[in-house]
């Protein structure tokens, strides 16, 4: 469509000129603006301000800066709310590839109330905002999300590359593109998944969030998932530790029971024992060093 493409000069010879003659200068507007109260017009100053505003943005869109140009036509719409400044919001969206926020200016514009005697541009902004509104209507993609598993009484927070969605549990738009989705409650395993749409695509989440299992589970969630190698490596080492300590406890109770047969009541052995007196004491440290090793696993 020709008027979804056309430059920034273009604009302003139909709509641009019309807007510095009518909606800035004031020539046939009573209405307050969008940031006015309800008796109250936009002063000279602020609708110079939209002026100049409409013209930065005006040089920035053809220079392709599309971002600076709606952040331009921004400010001036919202000083003056007028069809002609809502109109340009509408298209820098579109241009950005964010047609959800594009087609809510669209209606903005499209729904200005008419007045008599106003300026003929807004009459042919009106107009075009309709056409584009509807436009935009099929391309836009949408999202469905339940989230299930999660006590009443727990908060559950949404959020779509990483800005809160509070329009969970219903079908809501979304603008076509590379998204992610986290889902997230406490006490609960979260959800994260990235996923592509296309214009006018669906997809649906159904969700079910999983508790962490007592305080290992909720350590782990802290911790970024390392709790449960810990936990496992501390397991194996008290349970090497435990076994070693009681083998080699028994053998030293083997070896000293044989000593207690071949010595003297008074304690006193015979040479040919100093071996089986080694052993005695070796498995005894051992078994020591075992049973520590088993508590600092534990």
Not at 124 to 129: I, L, M, N, Q, V
Not at 236 to 258: F, I, K
Request: with cysteine; glycine share 12%; aromatic share 6%.
């Amino acid at each position: 469509m020709a008027t979804r493409v056309s430059g920034p000069r273009r604009r302003r010879g139909r709509f641009g000129r019309g807007l510095a003659l009518a909606a800035i200068f004031g020539v046939g507007l009573t209405a307050p603006g969008r940031g006015f109260a309800a008796d109250e017009a936009p002063s000279e100053i602020d609708r110079d301000a939209a002026r100049t505003s409409v013209q930065q943005g005006d040089e920035r869109a053809e220079g392709g800066d599309f971002r600076g140009a709606l952040e331009a036509y921004r400010r001036a719409d919202d000083i003056m709310g007028v069809p002609t400044t809502a109109i340009e919001v509408g298209r820098m969206h579109e241009k950005l590839g964010e047609l959800v926020a594009a087609r809510a200016a669209y209606r903005r514009a499209a729904k200005y109330p008419t007045r008599p005697g106003e300026p003929r541009p807004f009459t042919r902004a009106r107009t075009e905002a309709t056409e584009l509104a509807a436009a935009l209507k099929p391309r836009i993609a949408h999202l469905e999300l339940e989230v299930d598993g999660v006590d009443p009484d727990v908060d559950v927070e949404v959020t779509l590359d990483e800005s809160s969605v509070a329009a969970w549990g219903r079908r809501f738009p979304v603008d076509p593109g590379l998204h992610q989705l986290d889902v997230r409650a406490d006490g609960y395993a979260s959800f994260s998944e990235s996923f592509v749409l296309d214009e006018g695509g669906e997809r649906r989440f159904d969700v079910t969030l999983e508790p962490l299992a007592g305080d290992v589970g909720a350590v782990e969630a802290e911790d970024g998932g390392y709790a449960w190698p810990l936990a496992i490596g501390g397991y194996a080492t008290a349970g090497v530790g435990l076994v070693l300590g009681s083998v080699m406890g028994g053998l030293a109770l083997n070896e000293a029971s044989a000593l207690s047969d071949a010595c003297a009541d008074d304690g006193r052995c015979p040479a040919d024992q100093q071996a089986t007196i080694d052993r005695r004491q070796t498995f005894a440290h051992v078994s020591t060093a075992g049973f520590v090793l088993a508590g600092v696993g534990a």
